[in-house]
């Protein structure tokens, strides 16, 4: 079936990226001709390179076009997530913006080197003399190449940028962060990175990494967006998992859950969305007892949280389960339990914010809170259908998009048979939902969930303070600086003498 | 008339200097501002009936009063004087145009801009070192005038401050051709460098001494790292249309005619390409850093300008085709982008009367059209594709890592990131929301649709090279291929 689309630039990888990405973007438009009130022009403009962008960077058949339209990508979501143009939200979009700008740096250089080594852009002859082994200074390209998809798809430890884009931005533009522009980076592994098998095991380390401390950080969070925001990160974390455990299941499972978690990452922030646009409140302590207010939004966020957890029969589920059946052949205890305690922290979490936003007693000034517009539901809608379309025919999903991609890697295609619905699978959901609840439980008779107390230890704060060097350096050298002519005068004349003496060592 | 062209193209300008003062005694409302307009387009013209001939590859040699060229000074126009003189005309257009506009310029300034200008066309032109010196002391006296136009303490101590530092350079200069001079007996750029080699042989030292001095004085003149101190006071103390000026035409004499020498004594002796990489990065971080902690707007620019000299300069020292081809294309479209940025941050400056960052908030709500043209601008200068800037950079970028400079092309990189830090520091507070109701008596000039068509012209050109980089090769190809057949 997919032979037909052959007329598509690339291959099967691009159809399947660039077809999610046309699917979504409409249901995001749909979305934001209601939710954004003021400021149309401000927000479209933006809207409509970002969509142009994404589309580019799947649709590209060589690495120039990829890294242009990622450049369009960076800049045109800079201006969604500034969007009400506040200071908080100019500082979030700042570092938004210099950080994809060092990763779109990175895989600038490591463009550039290949091509001078290769005289080439192109995906195809590239991978065709990768697989010969033809290319040289091939550590130095990819560590380059890695680093800046790490940035760009927010990965521990690279991940700073994106808890404060999300909350910043509004929220169609963060469920389009979200679901679109961070698996840019996932698509750019999955590019390059699939040959060389030597960064495998580091991929793996860093999805663990990104899956645990994501979700740890995420069940701290008030802030119903930042909360997403951290746990979009832990769902990075598993995708990175399955690139790098690699063969057929890790791979297969990995773009599985890069194209669920779009989905279902994009139900929530529209779920979030809507539950912002009618009550104006982000914050967790503020919300409670919409379930009788919102039952539609309530009833699709359930179906995105079960999804997000894990939980059958929704397609979360079945990724999971694929990755989760690969950690299994790769044999690794340590792995087989980060998995099932970020099961159950995600879990928790999305308990914790169901119970937080949609039970308990309505807040005070909430009393005319209404439903959101029909126009806002409908995309949830669809994406909710998705959840579970996907979930209940995944077979027919891995069948007509995920197989192709494998097999053009390479990867055998064993995935039929493995059993998703065994009775092991279901233990395992059990387990997770049991270990969920009990961290629940007790994270909050111990008051670890929502509370503000500050890090010691913060990324952030390390890559703020190499800012803060840079700039100190900056006034360092300023200050260094004479100010006296005399001085300048007498410095002409040194620069002479310095520049012959120079020329008279070399030569 | 083709054969004339290099004296017409100097002329032209030169004598509608003298022309302007002479619209005194003619009843013609704005007559200076025309006789300069028509000028540049003279020259323009000129340039473009003798493009077909210089772009195929043919030189127009042209000997003042017929003197050949051992005793008489000869002018020529080849591809890479043409390159620069295209991009004189361009700039000096502009910086025409967004002066129209401003009523304060009488004719002493257009005066004294056309007498810039065609000491520019000059120094694209000639092939004689001691003409070069003289055009170059002829831009630098009309521009220290030109810094002080305004009669402030402050602008006449920042045009005082840049003839001290430059000058001391450039007395060393004829030092140079004298010994030059005496050891070659000819002042041609060509017989000179026929001589060059013979001289490495017998007295290097001498040549280490001329090159030096060289170095210091071009260097000088296009704000090199540590010899860039006259740069921020001068950029930032002149009138709007001289700082387009001075950062836009008389930097790029300096790298023009620093190439033109180098290429024509020096490519061979000695590592002189491997200096001026290091030095360009050197440039380049240090007018990075530097623009990062300034406070002021226009010293922002200027201290920007060294950062994309650095750029500049990286390319030429590469000193392979592609390198070159990338600082050349650099140069052009630096001269673009940052004249146009002096422009919008003369209009804003012109309109707020605040002249530090901090209390320009707000600017897009009051000017919309220039807070955009200046964001995009400084995309362009910044590098982010569909630019020219990203064009040019990627050149040299690509020209770096094909010699193997890894580090140089980290550094490169960093650069970008740095002047993109930077940039949309400005930006951020362009586009707060809060506008600053700080209260000083200060009447704001009418802006007129002249300077805002010349900041739109400006951000065409940049978008149009940007999306068809093509279109610059034919004149840039031509020029490389001057400096390395």
Not at chain 1, 5 to 30: C, K, N, R
Not at chain 1, 267 to 272: D, K, Q, S
Not at chain 2, 239 to 268: C, D, E, H, N, Q
Request: one cysteine or more; proline letters at 4%.
């Amino acid at each position: 079936m997919i032979s037909q689309f052959q007329f598509f630039p690339v291959d099967s990888l691009s159809f399947i990226m660039g077809s999610l990405a046309l699917l979504l973007l409409p249901l995001i438009l749909i979305y934001s001709v209601k939710y954004i009130r003021t400021h149309h022009i401000h927000y479209f403009i933006p809207f409509f390179i970002l969509a142009l962008g994404i589309i580019g960077v799947f649709f590209s058949k060589d690495f120039l076009g990829f890294f242009v339209f990622l450049e369009l990508v960076t800049l045109s979501s800079y201006f969604l997530i500034i969007q009400p143009w506040m200071e908080d939200t100019l500082a979030a979009g700042f570092k938004y913006l210099i950080m994809n700008l060092i990763g779109g740096v990175l895989i600038l250089f490591s463009v550039l080197i290949l091509y001078s080594q290769t005289g080439s852009f192109d995906f195809i002859e590239i991978s065709k003399l990768l697989s010969v082994g033809a290319i040289g200074k091939l550590p130095l390209i990819s560590i380059a190449f890695l680093l800046g998809c790490l940035i760009k798809c927010g990965a521990i430890p690279f991940h700073t940028w994106l808890p404060d884009a999300h909350p910043a931005a509004p929220s169609p533009i963060s469920a389009l962060l979200s679901g679109l522009v961070i698996n840019i980076g996932v698509y750019g592994i999955l590019r390059f990175m699939f040959t060389l098998k030597i960064f495998f095991p580091v991929l793996v380390w860093i999805g663990v990494g990104s899956m645990l401390f994501g979700v740890i950080l995420a069940l701290r969070q008030t802030n119903i967006k930042r909360l997403l925001a951290y746990s979009s990160i832990s769902q990075m974390g598993y995708i990175l998992l399955g690139i790098g455990i690699g063969g057929g299941l890790g791979l297969g499972g990995g773009i599985f859950h890069a194209i669920n978690h779009a989905v279902f990452k994009m139900l929530l922030f529209l779920c979030a969305g809507a539950v912002i646009y009618v009550t104006g409140e982000r914050q967790l302590k503020h919300l409670g007892g919409l379930m009788t207010r919102m039952p539609v939004t309530a009833a699709f966020f359930i179906i995105g949280a079960l999804s997000i957890s894990g939980i059958p029969p929704f397609n979360g589920f079945v990724s999971k389960s694929i990755i989760s059946a690969a950690v299994v052949t790769g044999r690794e205890p340590m792995i087989k339990i980060a998995m099932i305690l970020t099961a159950a922290g995600t879990f928790a979490l999305f308990f914790k914010m169901f119970k937080q936003i949609f039970l308990g007693d309505l807040s005070a000034g909430k009393w005319n809170v209404k439903e959101a517009p029909v126009i806002m539901l409908f995309p949830m809608f669809l994406l909710a259908s998705a959840c579970l379309g996907m979930g209940v025919m995944w077979r027919r999903v891995l069948v007509v998009f995920i197989y192709p991609v494998l097999g053009q890697y390479g990867a055998n295609t064993v995935l039929s048979v493995h059993k998703i619905w065994s009775l092991e699978s279901l233990l395992h959901t059990l387990i997770v939902i049991g270990l969920g609840l009990v961290i629940y439980g007790v994270g909050m008779r111990m008051g670890w969930l929502g509370s503000a107390v500050p890090w010691i230890f913060s990324v952030d704060r390390i890559y703020v303070s190499i800012g803060r060097l840079i700039v100190m350096l900056g006034n360092i050298i300023r200050d260094l600086q004479f100010r006296s002519l005399n001085f300048h005068l007498l410095w002409v004349f040194l620069m002479l003498l310095l520049f012959y003496f120079l020329f008279r060592f070399i030569a | 008339m083709a054969e004339h062209a290099p004296i017409l193209i100097i002329v032209f300008p030169l004598l509608a200097a003298f022309l302007t003062h002479l619209t005194k005694y003619v009843k013609l409302e704005r007559g200076a501002e025309l006789v300069a307009f028509a000028s540049m387009l003279a020259s323009l013209s000129v340039l473009v009936i003798s493009a077909p001939a210089v772009l195929a590859g043919r030189v127009i040699s042209y000997n003042i009063g017929g003197w050949t060229a051992p005793l008489g000074i000869s002018l020529v126009l080849d591809g890479f004087s043409f390159f620069f003189c295209i991009v004189i005309v361009v700039i000096g257009l502009l910086l025409i145009l967004y002066s129209l506009g401003v009523y304060l310029y009488a004719r002493r300034y257009y005066s004294l801009l056309l007498i810039a200008l065609s000491a520019l066309f000059g120094i694209a032109l000639t092939r004689d070192l001691f003409n070069l010196y003289v055009f170059f002391e002829i831009l630098a006296v009309s521009s220290y005038v030109l810094i002080a136009y305004k009669r402030r303490p402050r602008t006449l101590k920042a045009s005082f401050r840049y003839l001290m530092i430059t000058e001391s350079a450039w007395v060393f200069f004829l030092l140079a051709i004298a010994m030059l001079y005496g050891l070659t007996g000819t002042l041609n750029m060509d017989g000179i460098a026929q001589k060059i080699p013979m001289i490495y042989q017998s007295s290097p030292y001498s040549l280490f001494i001329i090159f030096s001095i060289m170095l210091v004085a071009f260097g000088i003149k296009c704000g090199m790292a540590p010899l860039h101190s006259w740069i921020p006071e001068a950029h930032s103390q002149a009138p709007t249309p001289v700082s387009g000026l001075l950062s836009g035409l008389i930097l790029k004499a300096g790298i023009f005619a620093m190439l033109r020498v180098f290429y024509l004594f020096f490519v061979g002796v000695g590592p002189f390409s491997t200096i001026l990489l290091y030095v360009g990065l050197i440039t380049l971080l240090f007018g990075a850093l530097m623009a990062l902690v300034q406070d002021e707007l226009k010293k922002l620019l200027a201290y920007s300008s060294i950062n994309q000299i650095g750029f500049i300069l990286v390319g030429i020292g590469i000193g392979t085709t592609l390198g070159l081809k990338g600082a050349l294309f650099h140069l052009l479209n630096h001269a673009i982008m940052k004249t146009g940025l002096f422009f919008c941050a003369g209009i804003i400056i012109s309109q707020t009367g605040f002249w530090k960052i901090e209390r320009l908030r707000g600017v897009y709500k009051r000017m919309p059209g220039v807070a955009i043209s200046f964001f995009l601008l400084s995309l362009a200068i910044v590098g982010i594709p569909f630019f020219n800037g990203f064009a040019s950079k990627l050149l040299v970028i690509l020209a770096t890592l094909k010699q193997m400079y890894y580090i140089p092309g980290i550094i490169l990189l960093l650069g970008i990131v740095i002047s993109a830090a930077y940039y949309f520091k400005v930006l951020r507070i362009f586009f707060n929301p809060e506008e600053s109701r700080e209260v000083h008596d200060f009447v704001p000039r009418p802006v007129g649709p002249f300077e805002h068509f010349a900041v739109y012209l400006c951000v065409v050109f940049c978008v149009v090279i940007g999306i068809f980089p093509g279109i610059i090769f034919p004149i840039l190809e031509p020029a490389v291929k001057v400096l390395l057949p």
